[in-house]
């Protein structure tokens, strides 16, 4: 799935492993990711987020999407500085799932917390 994620790797998105309902998912944040503050941008770092909640909602199959998503901002982040998303699922229950998944630093400092809601269809969305 994530060699076909265009938007994830043209922001230069890394994944670093997924599997078993969990992924890690990691980026850099440069000059062209940062808003009128000279921080990242929170859309950046919720698509960070999003990518790596992706990757573990999909990390046993069938394909699952987004059914919805939050995120808390907790400190900002730099240029420079290298972002790592570490998802974990909560649960899963029938087609359904809750996923967590904490945004970090490169100093372990959280940058931000979000919960994702995942949604099997009953047939794969098309193309």
Do not use: K, Q, W
Not at 47 to 60: E, G, H, Q, V
Not at 77 to 105: K, N, Q, W
Request: hydrophobic residues 45%; contains cysteine.
């Amino acid at each position: 799935m994530f060699a076909a994620d265009a938007a994830s790797r043209g922001l230069g998105m890394e994944l670093v492993e997924a599997g078993d309902g969990a992924a890690v998912a990691r980026m850099r944040v440069t000059e062209r990711l940062l808003n009128g503050h000279a921080i990242a941008h929170g859309g950046f770092v919720f698509l960070l987020a999003d990518t790596a909640f992706a990757l573990a909602c999909n990390s046993r199959g069938p394909v699952t999407v987004a059914a919805g998503g939050e995120i808390t901002f907790v400190r900002p982040a730099r240029a420079g500085d290298v972002l790592t998303a570490r998802a974990t699922e909560r649960t899963r229950y029938g087609r359904s799932g809750i996923y967590d998944v904490t945004v970090t630093r490169d100093d372990g400092e959280v940058v931000a917390e979000f919960r994702g809601r995942s949604r099997t269809p009953a047939s794969p969305p098309s193309s």
